[in-house]
């Protein structure tokens, strides 16, 4: 296992010494993709316990098929199968309730304390909210929230156009701002 | 508000914002309180719903877990010993040499089957043990297991270096056979660094507490504890132990080809480069082998790690193929 740097290969220079048998290039495709797509595993099963266990099967199907598979863009492939595995978990088990407490948590961990005095109710309030929008408004806008993966990469997981992907996303932000202001709080 | 200024804002907030749309942005907001106001609402709602997702905890394991999964498939490393066979394999040697009771009095069971898992020089893999146990196994190394632990406890055979992380369970302990000396564990994760060529053994531990027992017929055994960021070296030739603090990270993080060595003859330095890169690496001259260097290593290429050693020492070396030869 000689260490090039594997990191400034592109996804598909990996893929292809994937298709040799190179452990590396999985291990290099892993760290690259892992986080992206555990976190978007969630928008579907919202259990990061679940997702982190449905990433690590994708992978070994990716490694178990390498040959077989003709894939010809990486990212793209990734993000389809996971959201695929995700939907095929929903099936058999029932999506947890996200309980509010979770997000405190969540909040206190990364806010520094004037965040918290100032944003932590807006914040927290925002989380449950999205919570409640309509199903492809939510996808959307948490889809766009991953680094990793923009409105084109959105718009072929949905089965949307770019120019939806872009409207819908409009109409998230703009549902969630009424949600806020007729739940009487001002932020 | 119109869908241009949620674009312009979104595209703000990820700073990919044109310095010409930045300027329409600015004057729609200074033009209205209102636009202020709700300026600032999507941008908290753009940021609060980044905080939807959590950081996942179990990368490691589920790469171990990957790992193991390609190595069950790769037949030519792994092998299985059916213990009731004796197989005269070396690490089964050792065993019986020592004397351990509960082997010997074993009757033959088809149950027990162990797995053998051997890392040539330039390997390194990880795989999980039947306790979800993980280990990560060096290059030029072997680990024994039996397929199910024993109900009182977990032995595991190692000869070579491993780094382990152990999941706890009170009620059976996890054991790792080293020669003469046995490592003992409830849950914690460490180093064990046992090379037979070598005439040191060295525990280095990162996380929990572990008891180490040399014992040698005849003699009363000999217990040392460890807490984190504590190594114990023992002289296999004398029984002499050294217990000294250490950084566990640099230890352990082999892994990652990186290497640290504190006060180390040349001799050693080229003996775990060879075996984690397999290269021959000769150093004729016994005066410049006992040299003794500090450096680190990280993920450094290996053309770059010789020329630090030779400079280091003073030397110079010719490197054709796979065979380096240092020299005065």
Redesign the interface.
């Known amino acids: ?3 090039h ?1 594997y990191n400034v290969f592109s996804d598909e220079e990996l893929l292809a010494l994937l298709h040799q048998d190179d ?1 590396l290039s ?2 290099t495709i ?1 760290s690259r993709y ?2 992206p797509l ?2 978007f595993s ?1 928008i579907f099963t919202k259990d ?2 679940a ?3 449905l ?2 099967d994708l ?2 199907k990716l ?2 098929n390498r040959k077989q598979l003709e894939i010809r863009l990486l990212k793209p492939y990734l993000f389809q199968s996971a959201k695929n595995l995700s939907l095929n978990h929903l099936k058999k088990n029932k999506p947890l309730l996200e309980p509010l407490e ?2 405190e948590t ?2 206190s961990e ?1 806010l520094t304390p004037f965040e918290i005095l100032t ?1 932590r109710e ?2 927290q309030r ?2 449950s909210l ?1 919570n409640l929008l309509p199903e492809r408004q939510r996808e959307v ?2 889809m766009s ?2 680094e990793q993966i923009d409105k084109t990469n959105i718009a072929p997981l949905l089965g949307i156009t770019v120019r939806t992907v ?2 819908t ?2 109409q998230a ?2 549902s ?2 009424t949600l ?1 202001s007729t739940s009487g709080e001002k ?1 | ?1 119109e ?1 241009l200024y ?2 312009l804002i ?1 595209e703000y907030y990820h700073q990919t914002i044109t310095e010409r749309d930045l300027t329409i942005l600015q004057e729609w907001v200074a033009s209205n309180p209102a636009h202020e106001t ?1 300026f ?3 941008i ?16 490691e394991n ?2 171990a ?3 193991a ?2 190595n069950q ?1 790769q037949q030519p490393v792994r092998r299985k010993f059916p213990f009731a066979k004796l197989g005269m394999a070396a690490s089964l040697l050792i065993i019986i040499s020592l004397g351990i009771t509960h082997y010997k009095n074993r009757k033959a069971n088809p149950q027990n089957q162990f797995t053998e898992i051997i890392n040539p020089y ?3 893999s990880s795989f999980i043990l039947p306790d979800s146990s993980i280990v990560y196994l060096n290059a030029g190394s072997k680990l024994k297991y039996p397929k199910h632990f024993k109900s009182n406890k977990r032995l595991v055979i190692l000869e070579g270096e491993a780094f382990f992380d152990v999941r706890h369970q009170t009620i059976q302990p996890f054991i790792i056979q080293t020669g003469k000396v046995s490592t003992t564990v409830l849950g914690t994760s460490f180093n064990v660094k046992a090379f037979p060529k070598e005439s040191q053994i060295a525990v280095t531990v990162k996380t929990g507490k572990v008891g180490v027992v040399f014992k040698e017929k005849n003699h009363p055994a000999v217990t040392s504890f460890l807490l984190p960021d504590q190594q114990l070296r023992i002289d296999t030739k004398t029984g002499k132990t050294n217990k000294n603090e250490i950084s566990a990270e640099a230890i352990c993080d082999w892994r990652n ?1 990186r290497m640290v060595f504190y006060n180390a003859s040349l001799k050693e330095i080229t003996t775990t480069i060879e075996r984690t ?1 397999k290269l021959d690496i000769a150093v004729k001259d016994p005066a410049l082998a006992a040299i003794k260097v500090t450096t680190s290593f990280n ?1 450094t ?1 290996v053309d770059q790690m010789l020329k630090t050693l030779a400079a280091l020492t003073g030397s110079q070396y010719t490197k054709s193929n796979n065979t380096i030869i240092f020299y005065k």
């Open positions: 296992m000689k260490p740097n452990t999985l291990q892993f892992y986080t555990t976190q969630t990061i316990t997702s982190e266990v990433i690590s992978f070994i490694w178990d979770n997000h969540l909040l990364h944003n807006s914040q925002i989380l999205i806008l948490l929230r991953i872009e409207t996303l409009y932000i703009k969630l701002r806020l932020i | 508000m869908e949620y674009q979104t709700e600032r609402e999507v908290l709602i753009l940021d609060a719903s980044k905080r939807y997702y959590q950081e996942p905890v179990s990368q589920s790469w877990k990957i790992t999964h390609i498939n330039g390997q390194q080809y890169y993920k290429p």
